[in-house]
């Protein structure tokens, strides 16, 4: 079972970019889903979360009021609306889903990582 993200690309800074991640094999949709970043040397850095109800959602300081996390249960799909874009934000964004109770933002509390979506932004 793997979360499928996809929708990255190359844009310029003040752009806009919508992620989804999508399950296969088992849905997953009673699990809280969360994006992750990580650019070269780096540590996995928390994006978002959001609850399996999709109606407790959680961001970093870095991405509040630009970045907006949703989810479809009925299409097993979570997307993560992205406005706004600065250089900062280039990564690749990992999805995953909430396994272990040790907290939303910690990496460890997450399994089912996707291969990833390459997000590029210019300046």
């Known amino acids: 079972v793997q979360l499928q993200a996809s929708g990255g690309g190359s844009v310029q800074a003040g752009g806009s970019l919508r992620l989804s991640c999508a399950a296969s094999g088992r849905t997953l949709s009673g699990a809280g889903k969360a994006w992750f970043r990580q650019t070269p040397g780096k540590e996995r850095e928390f994006v978002s979360y959001?609850?399996?109800?999709?109606?407790?959602?959680y961001y970093a300081d870095s991405v509040k009021g630009r970045f907006t996390i949703s989810r479809d249960n009925a299409k097993n799909t979570v997307y993560l609306q992205m406005n706004s874009l600065s250089p900062e934000d280039t990564a690749v964004y990992y999805c995953?889903?909430?396994?272990?109770?040790?907290?939303?933002?910690?990496?460890?509390?997450?399994?089912?990582w996707g291969q990833g979506t390459l997000v590029t932004v210019s300046s």
């Open positions: 959001i609850n399996w109800s999709g109606d407790s959602t």
């Open positions: 995953a889903a909430y396994i272990r109770g040790l907290g939303v933002r910690v990496v460890d509390a997450y399994d089912f």
